[in-house]
């Protein structure tokens, strides 16, 4: 039997970060529950520093997630909150599988925060790697 599989990006701002990926993918940011967050800080289980307000909603600072939800079998992101910047290459990256429309989605993504760092090309394949607006690599290809 194998696993399920979560794929989990640090980031310094895992909201805005979940909600950028989320327009990117055509996925959803998963909603948060605040009646179940302020049942917790209530109780005592959480404190009011675990949590904050992204655009009107209360969530957890720590992180925020988004899936596809369309195909419930392909893996939820996580985006979690770290302290520190990005500061060298990834050794893990996602490729968005985008055909001929690479070069149109490369210049939309570039107008929403994301920069262009390679073209490359290997035989029939082609691919552009940018990086998001936290400076985390992955490819259109």
């Not at 194998?2 to 989990?8: A, H, R, S, W």
């Not at 055509?26 to 904050?52: C, N, Y």
């Not at 290459?89 to 055909?99: A, C």
Request: charged share 30%; net charge negative.
């Amino acid at each position: 039997m194998g696993y399920e599989v979560q794929v989990t990006v640090d980031s310094e701002n895992p909201h805005s970060l979940a909600k950028w990926w989320a327009q990117t993918l055509g996925w959803e940011v998963e909603p948060s529950d605040e009646e179940f967050i302020r049942g917790l800080v209530q109780a005592g289980h959480a404190k009011e520093s675990d949590t904050m307000i992204f655009e009107g909603v209360l969530v957890w600072r720590e992180g925020a997630a988004i899936r596809d939800p369309e195909h419930s079998e392909r893996p939820r992101v996580l985006f979690q909150l770290v302290p520190e910047s990005k500061t060298v290459k990834n050794r893990l990256h996602l490729d968005l599988r985008v055909g001929d429309g690479r070069e149109d989605l490369a210049e939309k993504l570039e107008g929403s925060g994301a920069k262009v760092l390679h073209r490359g090309r290997q035989g029939p394949s082609e691919w552009i790697t940018m990086a998001d607006p936290e400076g985390n690599e992955f490819c259109l290809a």
